[in-house]
């Protein structure tokens, strides 16, 4: 089969890939970075085939709202997969992962036009698989158990992937190529020609579900086009999420005549017709269940073979979905124009970090990971500036915006993408922030913390919207409503709502922006009687936003509100237990009565939010001083950081081996490698953050450690190798590590940041992994971490590496990065 493709000219994005993979010593600075980008990381499991990072592999340009990529089904050859036994005996329809693809599977459903990548519920979008089709159309899609009839196998042999270009060979002979621009696609299907042309349109099959669906059938024009109505975001684990809250329309223009039509409403075939109707539903208990739906089909008149496919969409109306299609694809477009423009794209995206070259692997997990980071939020308004909001209303992007944007998984990218995504995107970081405050007056004032399309969901725990608004004028992105954006957190943070005070979608969706204000404005903690997932995490999530959100007040001249804010983000000091276990303090939750909850085991992940309290107890990044000298002093505390990332035997213990030791894969767990700095022990930092870098992430399918989350774990793999890493909420301080590039720079208007690592050994990845000393701007410094002054103009870090630590540096009291405790 892949000699076959690869004699069809249509296949040259192949062949100009392969040039563009130029070797590292020829250039200082690397000038092609798209070309270091492996799109199949993190699509693999590393321990098993369902322990996928769940990052997708199709075609998509920097924060894409079409993301058109390969829909994998199940097959016998993944029986040992987790969800494969509940399809197979429950008829139960499921993606085979959150974002529709696994490097495992070896069968294809569809082609679908939108995906999240990296996200933990088992799904969500996958809107519009379409599948080219080689067989007769003999009974309903719906019926067919496990895609076995309606879907095609292929073979990695077969297949290829590139920034903006997807390329696999089905083995019904159909070869399969996409390609993107911002919201449009389009897509080259080369048939056998002695094969029927056919495409399924599955315009019901969202990944999980979908509450209505239509389909129209243009023979005159060769026009297919329709929406499908969705939600149900995790909601497999709650009934809050089990409803419509989004429609997609798309239009699909097809190059040649359409010749047989027809469609699918659940179990009933409806040969030659034009319209169909109806969703999959969300099942009983919010994961579909087969027969429901519905669909169409096309067989086309190709005599050579080639269908090629412009398709559009958009979240407001067919027609803004032609008008996407229209502005975004000139008529002489092709796949080959199309790709080469968005491999440019990336490459212009990714060139805003540069890096000296020196290994080919650290050059393609580093820019792997800068590229994931770099799908989320997205673009969701349309060319005319018109977008789908809160309210179910059509809104227009303010005057200050470009585009309005979605899919904020707010508990996770709050901790270093949006950091990262403003240092190398200011303009899409200040429309990103007005798209926030844009959800929450469209959403009755409420700032949800996990928002799909344009509907909150209301997953995970605190207030993640605060720290990221802070976060952004932090590093530099105030051309928004800040002042608006402003008044209406503090108000939130001040003020109780009756979603703050109702258990409405708890534990897992709580409604409320600040979940039972009430409790910590009185008792000072939240408790585990509480509106929220768990009282514990509640209490050092919300403490993290109190933080950020007094940094913005002072900011902008509220130093009252600031002093407020600032005191009760020391709150968290209410739930440290200093005799929690016989010989250790943490962080333990407390009863309404102030009572410590009872059967505390610190290994535990039962009552906090994905981990443990020998987890989240670090999880204070503005107040190490405070938390350690709760533990002891900074030498307990680091003798306890030493057990918590090693095993007694001295090996390290990183990545999911159980509540009692760090899971650096994993949120809660993510900013304790840089807690060493506050003890003054930053050579331990340096070694743990580069061992997490060594163990957990290459450039193989199973490079990503655990979800990506929508980028935010390649954002900390992304700082980590640059040799710093954003751990104040609601800050521009960086604390420093150990840089793994000879050079990097960051380019920025306001001026770069350049980081310089001398060392004698070539690869910076395998020993010299120690800093010996550090000049900024060209002066000695001691310090393990730059001031937000010095970030936001240029700023050049120059460090000396060694193969031994230099246990005197950053070790002194002046050195230690600031913690603010009230």
């Known amino acids: 089969m892949i000699n076959h493709l690869l004699r069809k000219s249509h296949h040259l994005p192949f062949l100009f890939f392969m040039v563009y993979l130029v070797s590292c010593a020829e250039t200082k600075w690397v000038s092609d970075p798209a070309s270091y980008v492996n799109p199949f990381i993190g699509t693999a499991g590393e321990r098993s085939i369902t322990d996928a990072a769940n990052t997708v592999p199709g075609a998509v340009l920097p924060f894409g709202m079409l993301s058109f990529g390969p829909e994998n089904s199940f097959s016998e050859d993944m029986k040992e997969h987790r969800r494969y036994k509940m399809v197979k005996e429950s008829n139960l329809r499921l993606p085979i992962s959150p974002g529709g693809y696994n490097y495992a599977a070896s069968r294809v459903k569809g082609f679908s036009l939108t995906r999240l990548s990296g996200t933990g519920c088992i799904g969500a979008s996958g809107d519009i698989p379409i599948l080219p089709f080689t067989k007769s159309m003999l009974h309903s899609p719906d019926v067919d158990t496990m895609d076995a009839y309606y879907s095609a196998g292929y073979s990695h042999e077969n297949e290829q992937a590139k920034p903006g270009y997807y390329q696999v060979g089905l083995d019904n002979g159909v070869n399969v190529e996409l390609t993107a621009t911002e919201r449009s696609g389009m897509a080259r299907f080369s048939y056998p020609e002695d094969q029927p042309a056919t495409l399924l349109f599955r315009t019901s099959y969202s990944q999980l579900g979908s509450g209505n669906a239509s389909t129209q059938i243009d023979v005159e024009t060769n026009e297919v086009s329709g929406s499908v109505t969705s939600g149900n975001f ?173 899919n904020f998984s707010g508990w996770d990218v709050y901790r270093s993408q949006l950091q990262l995504l403003t240092l190398t995107h200011p303009r899409r970081a200040n429309d990103i922030a007005q798209s926030l405050l844009n959800q929450a007056d469209q959403n009755n004032g409420v700032w949800d ?66 979940p039972s204000l009430d409790q910590w404005q009185t008792l000072k903690y939240i408790s585990d009687s509480s509106n929220t ?69 610190p290994s535990s992940t039962h009552l906090l939010v994905e981990g443990s309290s020998r987890q989240y107890t670090w999880m204070v990044p503005f107040d190490g001083k405070g938390l350690f000298e709760k533990m002891g002093g900074p030498e307990i505390a680091a003798r306890r950081l030493d057990r918590f990332f090693h095993k007694p035997d001295g090996t390290w213990a990183l990545y999911r081996e159980g509540g009692a030791y760090s899971d650096v894969s994993n949120q809660p767990s993510i900013n304790a490698p840089w807690m060493y700095l506050f003890a003054g022990k930053a050579y331990k930092t340096q070694e743990t953050v580069r061992a997490t870098m060594k163990h957990l992430w290459n450039s193989s399918t199973t490079g990503i450690p655990g979800q990506d989350d929508l980028g935010q774990m390649s954002s900390w793999y992304v700082f980590s190798a640059l040799g710093m890493y954003p751990l104040y909420p609601g800050r521009a301080d960086l604390v420093l590590g150990s840089p793994s590039f000879s050079k990097a720079r960051i380019r920025r208007s306001t001026g770069d940041i350049l980081i310089t690592a001398n060392s004698n050994n070539p690869s910076l990845l395998s020993s010299d992994i120690y800093v010996q000393s550090l000049k900024v701007d060209g002066k000695e410094s001691s310090q393990a971490w730059i001031s937000e002054d010095q970030l936001l103009r240029e700023v050049n870090l120059e460090f000396e590496m060694g193969d031994e630590p230099n246990k005197k540096w950053a070790s002194g009291e002046e050195d230690l990065p600031p913690s603010y405790t009230k």
Not at 553 to 575: I, T
Not at 577 to 599: C, M, V
Request: glycine share 10%; charged share 20%.
């Open 234 to 406: 995790c909601g497999y684990l709650g009934d809050y999420n089990q409803r419509d809250y989004y429609t997609l329309y798309f239009v699909a223009q097809l190059d040649a005549d359409i010749v047989e039509y027809g469609g699918w409403e659940n179990e009933n075939m409806l040969p030659s017709s034009q319209v169909t109707h109806g969703g999959m539903t969300y099942g009983e208990k919010g994961i579909p269940a087969l027969g429901m739906g519905s669909g169409a089909w096309v067989t086309l008149d190709a005599p050579q073979g080639i269908v090629n496919m412009r398709v559009g969409i958009s979240y407001v109306s067919v027609e803004n979905a032609r008008l996407n299609l229209m502005r975004e694809q000139a008529k002489d477009d092709n796949i080959e124009s199309i790709s080469r423009k968005a491999y440019q794209a990336w490459n212009e995206s990714l060139a805003q970090i540069e890096v000296e070259c020196e290994d080919k692997e650290q050059l393609t997990t580093f820019y792997t990971a800068l590229y994931h980071s770099q799908f989320h939020p997205n673009v969701f308004s349309d060319v005319n500036g018109e977008y789908a909001g809160f309210d179910g209303q059509k809104q227009q992007i303010k005057p200050m915006q470009t585009a309005q944007y979605a």
């Open 449 to 514: 913390r996990w928002t799909h399309n344009n509907g909150p969901t209301g997953v995970m725990s605190g207030d993640p919207a605060a720290i990221a608004i802070s976060n952004f004028v932090a590093f530099g992105a105030d051309k928004f409503e800040v002042e608006q954006a402003y008044q209406s957190l503090a108000t939130a943070a001040k003020v109780p709502t009756d979603l703050d005070l109702s258990d409405e979608g708890c534990p897992i969706f709580c409604r409320g922006q600040k």
């Open 533 to 601: 997932w768990e009282g514990a995490s509640e209490t050092l999530e919300q403490a993290s936003s109190f933080f950020a959100l007094s940094q913005l007040a002072g900011r902008l001249g509220q130093l009252e509100d600031s002093e407020l804010f600032l005191e009760q983000s020391g709150y968290w000091a209410n739930l440290f237990n200093p005799n929690a276990t016989a010989d250790e303090g943490y962080i333990q939750g407390r009863n309404l009565d102030g009572s410590w909850k009872e059967g505390f085991d």
